[in-house]
T-cell receptor, first 114, second 114 residues
Framework: DVKVTQSSRYLVKRTGEKVFLECVQD?????MFWYRQDPGLGLRLIYF???????EKGDIPEGYSVSREKKERFSLILESASTNQTSMYLC?????????????FGPGTRLLVL | AQSVAQPEDQVNVAEGNPLTVKCTYS??????LFWYVQYPNRGLQFLLK??????LVKGSYGFEAEFNKSQTSFHLKKPSALVSDSALYFC????????????FGTGTRLQVTL
């Protein structure tokens, strides 16, 4: 069974802190994604990765960076957290870039920046 | 650029009645179309997708969706709603010419009452 896990379900941080959100998939998927979900805005793509050490900007990359050192792990980094980054963060993975693959989502991390 | 519109923020339906959640899309060329569902405090779960072929796609939990190319729509339907279907539903589109990037709609909350 497909499984995507995220390191925390809930996180509270202070403005200016460096924040790491971790995502792990156990399906040997090539692609991994980070989204943020906000009411009335749906899901917006922050960054994605097609392979180890590869990354591409999504629609809203400002204020974020990512790291993919191993195939199964994709980290989202908030270099200096701000209150407007309070949101639900969802990680997803999919099999390969040239197929109509389904994205499989983790349970999400709800981040509150004070 | 590709886009998805879900014109209804919320749909209310009585248990046992048919339900429809609307989705229209804009994309270059032929699309790949998806429906996902999100239960409270959970990540997104895949329901169904349209790739090619039969315009009526059947998915999980008795849901189906109809692809209409002339109206650029992909409405989600179920013949008989259950209270347990109450959740947030997202439509998503992907262009065939691009890599795995999906564009999501803003979501429609389905409320099924007794």
């Amino acid at each position: 069974d497909v499984k995507v896990t995220q390191s925390s379900r809930y996180l509270v941080k202070r403005t200016g802190e460096k924040v790491f959100l971790e995502c792990v998939q156990d399906m040997d998927h090539e692609n991994m994604f980070w989204y943020r979900q906000d009411p009335g805005l749906g899901l917006r793509l922050i960054y994605f990765s097609y392979d180890v050490k590869m990354k591409e900007k999504g629609d809203i990359p400002e204020g974020y960076s990512v790291s993919r050192e191993k195939k199964e792990r994709f980290s989202l980094i908030l270099e200096s957290a701000s209150t407007n980054q309070t949101s639900m963060y969802l990680c997803a993975s999919s099999l390969g870039s040239d197929r109509v693959e389904t994205q499989y989502f983790g349970p999400g991390t709800r981040l509150l920046v004070l | 650029a590709q886009s998805v519109a879900q014109p209804e923020d919320q749909v209310n339906v009585a248990e046992g009645n048919p339900l429809t959640v609307k989705c229209t899309y804009s994309v270059s060329g032929n699309p790949y179309l998806f429906w996902y569902v999100q239960y409270p405090n959970r990540g997104l779960q895949f329901l169904l997708k349209y790739i090619t072929g039969d315009n009526l796609v059947k998915g999980s939990y008795g849901f189906e969706a109809e692809f209409n190319k002339s109206q650029t729509s992909f409405h989600l339907k179920k013949p008989s709603a259950l209270v347990s279907d109450s959740a947030l539903y997202f439509c998503a589109v992907k262009s065939r010419g691009t890599a795995s990037k999906l564009t999501f709609g803003t979501g429609t909350r389905l409320q099924v009452t007794l």
